[in-house]
């Protein structure tokens, strides 16, 4: 639990003891200036099928809101274990999330996808608002999402 | 002990609490609001099915239907890029309008449940919670404590205008204001993890498996079996993922319906505990349950007015004690010197006797005798310096005194003194200090030294006493007492109206105005154009100071400080000082003056009737309660005078009360007319009419000389043992009172 309070600085090395090499991507997602609370948002990786593999970032702490999260939700089956160590506050209206993560190398390029879900009290839930695949190719490259989320872009 | 559990945390909480019910009661409106938007199919009449139906006709791009606790339908829909949500009806799947939180309802929920400060927001606002509770449950305690009980905590409130309105609107939302209270802290300790949440059920989801086709929506037979008024909400499997279930809420649980059988799978009930908490949820939201909402946030619209009332009354309080130096704390002192005081001059005699005795060493405590406590750990000499009020009654600060004394647990070293402060002009001279001296001894207290009186305010007897108490105490004690002069201020005459002047013993209405100031006044004084008249209520006393005094005379009031001038009706004493001096004032002539409150010779609230008595200049007081009377209660009214030409005070206004209904029924008596009668046989003449109106809880107000009330106590006791209840048992109740010379 301590873990928590120490990711602060927002880096996070991810736990995957089969693959050694890593290396850090930063992760860039600006909300447009929606009118309402906080946005929890959710960055996890997927399969080429959408199917759940790794949390990357949960925003938001109150844990019995991640339901709205609806495919992370279903993907992680919420277990505290696929995010622990991986929370951080929730998002404002027209602020960014900025962070940088170790990423394994062996997500990269090999046909996974980056998702991101949003949910903010009161109003609609995004289920994979934004879904792109990890690859070099597209690093730098904002990706507008259809709910909350403004651009996404992320770069190594 | 109860009265400061009360107002200390009133104080603090004043302003949050203030706010977190102003903001309640905003919010309140929403449920009805939302209710009133709202189209609502009766149980039974539509199902999910029915509503998806109706909703693919318009919303081809649906994403989620939300049913909200006031039954508003809402569907958050996606077309092309763009995606929104609307308010629809249900019946038809048609829009009604777009559908968004509005942002001030927004910004006031999070101003209500955490200042926008989150964590420690939800801290401050769920301690608001427990101290309205606290407020709530001992402002009960109080208003039954001084209504004398349970039974009688709905009557009649007495006091000044801030105390009347503190009490009635506190009674009207107590039930409301305990219930938003006590939900509210179940809900603070929920979100902040003080008790644990009790959350909606969370199936599963089902393992993935490759579906058939999927079916319309209105066809699952699932949602067929769930009645709309019972979904909370429904989410469309997402678009491109063939492998998706409909998810869905609904009142007793959530679950997932296959969209190609339309099965239901995974259904999982909500928990009880859930379902209290939902409950106590929209007890205190008002969510789903419109009307509560409304009448919570009436009860809220109350407390910014409990919490500024609340504050004069303390600070009127606060202010009518002086100061005290050295004042120990009750369980430390080893003298105690409890004041029985109604305007504040027994108080004054009381700090000279604290300032000596804590010269001398002595640990002393000086409070009100209301305060008497249970015990005192350390005390070894009680003090009781007490004035008495009107015909024997305990003067303000001492009426709970003898009923808490009944509770007190002496200590075996305990000694105490009554020192009696009144004049002996009047009968039953000190007889509440005879009261307490009688009781502390039925108590089993031993005296220190014997009661003693003191008459007029006199510092020599005063001093005497003083010399007394310390002979026994076995130290010198030199009480120099100079009576402090009140804060007077100018008033001048405007006018004066003369009955019977060619008496020997005429009686004026004398009519004063808030003087203009003079050469002699301060600059500060000279900037305004005029002083301003002190706050009084008719009923209250003015204290006049005659030149050369400095024992004032109190005249009851017969106007209101919003009326602009102040009215007395006095007749001349043969050899009266004061009653000279302000017969021999002519139009312009300046006075200095004093405003006593006399909260508790007042009609009370309510529409009960209302029986004035009194004979000569006693009228005055009950002539403004009449003046005032402009809602027409009931108001009766019986008046002893001497002569019909001469002495017939307030004639003309009298009649046109009479005509414009203040005032219902005139009685008068003359006991220098033909038919020689006094006040008592009209009143005894009546005692039919009476009786019913006394039992339909009519309260009596008697003004006047001593003689006079005695005569008016005595006919009414006949006329009421009939129905088995006498004019003691009223005034208990606070429905017969007196203000007598």
Same mark, same amino acid.
């Given at each position: ?9 927002? $880096? ?7 693959? %050694? ?41 109150? %844990?019995?809101?991640?339901?709205? +999260? ?22 404002? %209206? ?6 940088? +993560? ?40 904002? $990706? ?10 992320? %770069?190594? | ?116 400060? /989150? ?57 409301? &204001? ?51 008024? /019972? ?68 009860? @809220? ?29 009750? !369980? ?73 004394? #009944? *509770? ?19 009968? *039953?001279?000190?007889?509440?200090? &005879?009261?307490? /001296? ?63 002047? /060619? ?20 600059? &500060? ?66 006075? !200095? ?33 009449? =003046? ?31 005509? !414009?209904? #203040? ?18 046989? #009209?009143?005894? @003449? ?44 009223? =005034?208990?109740?606070? *429905? ?6």
């Amino acid at each position: 639990m301590n873990a928590k309070h120490l990711l602060l600085p927002l $880096t996070i090395v991810l736990a995957l003891p089969a693959l %050694s090499q890593a290396r850090p991507v930063s992760f860039t997602t600006e909300l447009s200036p929606y009118k309402g609370d906080g946005a929890y948002v959710a960055l996890y990786l997927t399969d080429a099928a959408g199917k759940y593999k790794q949390t990357l970032w949960i925003a938001g702490k109150k %844990s019995k809101y991640y339901k709205h +999260l609806a495919d992370w939700a279903r993907g992680s089956g919420m277990k505290p274990a696929e995010y622990d160590g991986m929370t951080g506050a929730s998002v404002s %209206s027209g602020t960014t999330l900025k962070l940088t +993560l170790e990423v394994a190398d062996a997500l990269i390029d090999a046909g996974y996808q980056v998702h991101i879900d949003t949910a903010v009290e009161d109003k609609r839930d995004n289920r994979s608002e934004v879904v792109v695949p990890l690859t070099t190719d597209g690093a730098g490259k904002p $990706t507008a999402g259809k709910g909350y989320v403004k651009s996404f872009t992320y %770069s190594f | 002990m109860l009265r400061q559990l009360h107002s200390l945390p009133g104080l603090v909480a004043a302003l949050l609490v203030a706010v977190m019910a102003l903001t309640g009661a905003i919010l309140a409106t929403d449920p009805a609001q939302q209710r009133l938007h709202a189209v609502i199919p009766a149980d039974g009449e539509m199902s999910v099915a029915d509503l998806a139906g109706n909703v693919a006709q318009y919303y081809p791009g649906v994403e989620q239907i939300q049913r909200a606790p006031s039954g508003a339908i809402i569907v958050y829909f996606r077309s092309g890029d763009t995606s929104g949500a609307d308010l629809i009806d249900p019946l038809s799947g048609q829009a009604i309008t777009a559908y968004e939180t509005p942002a001030f309802m927004r910004w006031m929920k999070n101003l209500h449940r955490s200042f926008f400060l /989150d964590t420690e927001g939800r801290i401050a606002t769920g301690s608001g919670a427990a101290l309205m509770l606290l407020l709530a449950i001992t402002g009960a305690l109080m208003l039954a404590d001084r209504a004398g009980g349970w039974r009688n905590a709905l009557g009649p409130i007495r006091g000044t205008t801030a105390q009347r309105l503190h009490g009635m609107l506190g009674r009207a939302a107590l039930l409301g &204001l305990l219930l938003s209270a006590l939900t509210g802290l179940y809900m603070s300790a929920g979100s902040l993890g003080l008790i644990p949440e009790a959350l909606e059920a969370e199936p599963e989801f089902p393992p993935e498996e490759p579906l058939a086709a999927p079916l319309p929506t209105h066809t699952l037979a699932a949602l067929k079996a769930i009645d709309l008024n /019972d979904l909370r909400e429904l989410v469309y499997p997402y678009p491109g993922d063939p492998a998706d279930y409909y998810s869905v809420r609904t009142d007793q649980g959530a679950g997932f319906v296959h969209a190609s059988s339309g099965e239901m799978i995974a259904f999982e009930a909500h928990s009880s505990a859930r379902k209290i908490y939902e409950f106590i949820y929209m007890l205190h939201t008002g969510e789903g349950l419109w009307w509560l909402g409304l009448l919570l946030g009436l009860a @809220a619209l109350t407390v910014p007015v409990l919490a500024v009332t609340g504050t004069q009354i303390w600070w009127k309080r606060r202010s009518g004690m002086p100061t005290l130096a050295h004042n120990t704390p009750a !369980d430390a002192a080893d003298t105690l010197i409890l004041v029985g005081s109604e305007g504040n001059t027994t108080w004054g005699f009381a700090r000279t006797l604290h300032d000596a005795l804590t010269q001398a060493g002595y640990r002393v405590h000086t409070a009100p005798m209301n305060t008497l406590a249970s015990g005192y750990r350390a005390a070894k000499r009680m003090l009781i310096l007490t004035a008495t009020y009107g015909d024997g009654g305990p003067p303000a600060s001492a009426t709970e005194f003898l009923a808490k004394l #009944r *509770r007190f647990n002496r200590t075996p070293e305990l000694r105490y003194a009554v020192l009696g402060f009144g004049d002996r002009q009047f009968p *039953r001279f000190c007889q509440y200090a &005879l009261d307490v /001296d009688a009781a502390l001894l039925g108590q089993g207290c031993t005296p220190l030294c014997p009661l003693d009186m003191i008459d007029r305010q006199s510092p020599q007897e005063f001093a005497r006493w003083g010399r007394n108490l310390g002979d026994v105490i076995g130290t010198s004690l030199q009480l120099e007492h100079n009576p402090e002069r009140p804060h007077t201020r100018p008033m001048q005459l405007a006018e004066r109206v003369e009955y019977g002047a /060619d008496t020997d013993t005429p009686t004026t209405v004398f009519r004063f105005t808030a003087a203009a100031p003079t050469q002699k006044s301060g600059i &500060l004084s000279r900037l305004r154009l005029r002083y301003r008249l002190p706050y009084f209520e008719a009923g209250d006393l003015v204290g006049i100071l005659p030149p050369g005094s400095h024992v004032p005379r109190f005249y009851s009031l017969a106007s209101s400080s919003k009326e602009g001038i102040l009215e007395i009706c006095v007749r001349k004493h043969t050899d009266g000082l004061c009653s000279g001096y302000l017969h021999n004032l002519k139009p312009g002539d300046c006075i !200095d003056a004093f405003i006593r409150p006399n909260p508790e010779f007042r009609p009370a609230s309510g529409k009960a009737p209302v029986i004035l008595i009194g004979a000569g200049t006693g009228i005055g007081p009950l002539a403004g309660f009449i =003046k005032h009377n402009t809602p027409h209660h009931p108001m009766y009214l019986y008046w002893g005078g001497r002569n019909p030409q001469s002495d017939f005070l307030y004639q003309s206004e009298l009649q046109h009360y009479l005509e !414009d209904k #203040r005032l219902t029924k005139l009685n008068t008596a003359f006991s220098r007319s033909a038919d020689s009668a006094y006040v008592q046989d #009209r009143i005894n @003449a009546d005692n039919e009419e009476l009786r019913k109106l006394i039992q339909n809880g009519a309260q009596i107000l008697v003004c006047g000389g001593r003689e006079m009330a005695k005569g008016v106590r005595e006919v009414i006791d006949d006329i009421i043992a009939p129905i088995n209840a006498s004019v003691q048992m009223l =005034k208990a109740e606070g *429905r017969y009172r007196e203000d007598v010379y």
